[in-house]
């Protein structure tokens, strides 16, 4: 069974949670933990929380500890903001500044790539080894398949999205996603109840 880091998203305010589980209620205190004292809604309703997205494929809960501890950091844009867009920052009308403050989404894909990126090149031990037929492994590192057709059944880590054109977003900003990641749509019921059965089925963490 695979083990998953989960980012949801607040269909109001743009708000992200990070957590290894597949409900925003089971760890409440996260909400304490990510978000800022005076952004943080009263409390957690989780019709107001949906998938953004999901990672998994990580080979023990070490590895799906340190993933989600990177990926819960505070995020940064995906590009540095001009001094003309810092300036309309400034200038913004205090209601429309704490709106943009809140909208995390950009922020936390762009640390989740990150964090895949800093796990290939320091840290590959936090992926699944392939099997011999698709692709050796160090030490837990993945080595690039050599059958171009296989790629995707040879993944150690797989993105599934409510959004895949979060993809080429942070290919565009020059960011990239390891070559052991593929990527995959969520499948959703009642926008918030996810019914892939690759995370039905994923063990829970502790």
Same mark, same amino acid.
């Given at each position: ?49 949906? +998938? /953004? !997205? &999901? ?5 023990? %809960? ?11 950091? *505070?995020?940064? +844009? /995906? !590009? &540095? ?5 810092? %300036? ?11 709106? *943009?403050?809140?909208?995390? !989404? ?101």
């Amino acid at each position: 069974m695979s083990l998953g880091v989960y980012l949801f998203r607040h269909i109001r305010t743009r708000q992200i949670l990070v957590t290894t589980e597949k409900s925003v209620l089971a760890r409440p205190r996260l909400l304490k933990s990510q978000i800022k004292p005076n952004q943080r809604p009263p409390r957690i309703r989780p019709d107001h929380w949906t +998938p /953004l !997205v &999901v990672a998994l494929g990580f080979k023990d %809960k070490k590895a799906q500890a340190n993933a989600f501890m990177l990926a819960s950091m *505070a995020g940064h +844009p /995906l !590009v &540095v903001p001009t001094a003309q867009e810092k %300036k309309a920052y400034v200038l913004m009308p205090n209601k429309n500044k704490r709106l *943009a403050e809140m909208d995390m !989404v950009e922020r936390q894909v762009a640390q989740l790539a990150r964090t895949l990126m800093y796990m290939d090149a320091v840290r590959p031990d936090t992926v699944v080894p392939v099997s011999s037929s698709s692709g050796s492994s160090i030490d837990g590192a993945v080595s690039e398949s050599t059958d171009s057709s296989s790629d995707a059944e040879s993944a150690a880590i797989k993105l599934l999205w409510e959004d895949k054109s979060w993809i080429s977003k942070i290919e565009d900003a020059g960011l990239h996603w390891p070559k052991w990641v593929a990527h995959g749509d969520l499948d959703l019921k009642r926008g918030n109840i996810i019914m892939n059965p690759e995370v039905r089925q994923t063990s829970q963490p502790q």
